[in-house]
């Protein structure tokens, strides 16, 4: 074959994007995500199960050369974040070298979340107090979702001392702490904050607050922030009324909350850096010289040179 007609055919090529989640519906702002980023097609896949991965991936890289395997990429959506991360794993496993692909995983958006969350958090306690998150005692409200979940696990690997809390007891959340150290071995206490007194306990022992909750659920009240001496920054991603911290605005970017010194973020503040960051990965994806793969690691990677 001409050596320049194969070059027009490989500058020719349409980058493609699949993508795949269990759900019944594919997310519309994941899927306006990727086009906005640059890829030219996105073709959804629902209720697509973990057994089902190794085939569609197959599927996908054999049907173009390996050198074509840059311009074609997966992306894993859902709700769950251990699915996400099992069918990362099955789609690496999938691979057959030379014919490769990229491989994203953002479930719910919430890998890129917790990554803004955890970065802007690191940049507030920066820039007020002159220290990072080794050895911060970090208390996630919602951890139980996938926002908390990867928030809790991104703190923890580097370094802060973690506690999830559970609005229904121990039970539950005990379980995914367990089950975070042992896919990530990370040390994630578990605490029962199903009463407002032992929410105020409990943010009475900590550095810094987070809040994941579903939207609309108020978790943290005035009182109990006031009565937290040792707190220097609260975070919400909740951006439907009522906040999940009472008087955090939506905007806020390490403003102290009225009548205390603690610093406050807000979901709109988040939200930008999660915005740049799943952006900047597919960017990253579509640009690439060969195929990547992309988790929560690399979205806070990315993350932490965004936020300011």
């Given at each position: 074959?001409?050596?320049?007609?194969?070059?027009?055919?490989?500058?020719?090529?349409?980058?493609?994007?699949?993508?795949?989640?269990?759900?019944?519906?594919?997310?519309?702002?994941?899927?306006?995500?990727?086009?906005?980023?640059?890829?030219?097609?996105?073709?959804?896949?629902?209720?697509?199960?973990?057994?089902?991965?190794?085939?569609?991936?197959?599927?996908?890289?054999?049907?173009?050369?390996?050198?074509?395997?840059?311009?074609?990429?997966?992306?894993?959506?859902?709700?769950?974040?251990?699915?996400?991360?099992?069918?990362?794993?099955?789609?690496?496993?999938?691979?057959?070298?030379?014919?490769?692909?990229?491989?994203?995983?953002?479930?719910?958006?919430?890998?890129?979340?917790?990554?803004?969350?955890?970065?802007?958090?690191?940049?507030?306690?920066?820039?007020?107090?002159?220290?990072?998150?080794?050895?911060?005692?970090?208390?996630?409200?919602?951890?139980?979702?996938?926002?908390?979940?990867?928030?809790?696990?991104?703190?923890?690997?580097?370094?802060?001392?973690?506690?999830?809390?559970?609005?229904?007891?121990?039970?539950?959340?005990?379980?995914?702490?367990?089950?975070?150290?042992?896919?990530?071995?990370?040390?994630?206490?578990?605490?029962?904050?199903?009463?407002?007194?032992?929410?105020?306990?409990?943010l009475q022992r900590s550095d810094v607050a987070l809040?994941?909750?579903?939207?609309?659920?108020?978790?943290?009240?005035?009182?109990?922030?006031?009565?937290?001496?040792?707190?220097?920054?609260?975070?919400?991603?909740?951006?439907?009324?009522?906040?999940?911290?009472?008087?955090?605005?939506?905007?806020?970017?390490?403003?102290?909350?009225?009548?205390?010194?603690?610093?406050?973020i807000g979901p709109l503040s988040i939200g930008n850096?999660?915005?740049?960051?799943?952006?900047?990965?597919?960017?990253?994806?579509?640009?690439?010289?060969?195929?990547?793969?992309?988790?929560?690691?690399?979205?806070?990677?990315?993350?932490?040179?965004?936020?300011?």
């Open positions: 074959m001409d050596a320049t007609i194969e070059k027009d055919r490989t500058l020719s090529r349409k980058t493609i994007l699949h993508m795949f989640t269990p759900l019944t519906h594919m997310s519309p702002f994941d899927v306006n995500m990727a086009l906005d980023a640059g890829y030219e097609h996105v073709v959804p896949y629902t209720e697509v199960t973990l057994g089902d991965i190794g085939n569609l991936v197959q599927d996908a890289i054999f049907s173009r050369p390996p050198d074509a395997g840059v311009a074609t990429g997966i992306f894993l959506a859902g709700k769950d974040a251990e699915l996400a991360l099992d069918m990362l794993d099955a789609a690496k496993k999938a691979m057959v070298p030379p014919f490769k692909v990229s491989v994203f995983a953002d479930p719910a958006g919430s890998f890129t979340t917790a990554a803004a969350m955890v970065a802007k958090v690191e940049k507030t306690l920066s820039k007020l107090h002159g220290r990072d998150l080794k050895d911060a005692r970090i208390v996630v409200f919602g951890a139980t979702g996938v926002v908390g979940y990867c928030t809790a696990v991104i703190a923890a690997k580097e370094g802060a001392k973690v506690t999830i809390v559970g609005h229904d007891g121990l039970v539950r959340v005990s379980s995914i702490a367990a089950s975070m150290g042992k896919r990530f071995g990370v040390t994630v206490e578990a605490a029962d904050g199903s009463t407002d007194l032992k929410k105020t306990d409990l809040t994941a909750a579903r939207a609309g659920v108020q978790v943290l009240s005035k009182a109990q922030l006031s009565s937290a001496p040792d707190l220097l920054v609260v975070a919400d991603v909740n951006a439907v009324p009522p906040a999940g911290v009472e008087g955090l605005t939506v905007n806020a970017n390490g403003e102290n909350l009225e009548g205390t010194t603690i610093a406050g850096v999660k915005y740049k960051t799943q952006a900047g990965l597919f960017e990253q994806m579509i640009k690439a010289e060969k195929p990547v793969a992309f988790d929560f690691q690399d979205a806070f990677a990315l993350a932490r040179g965004l936020a300011k």
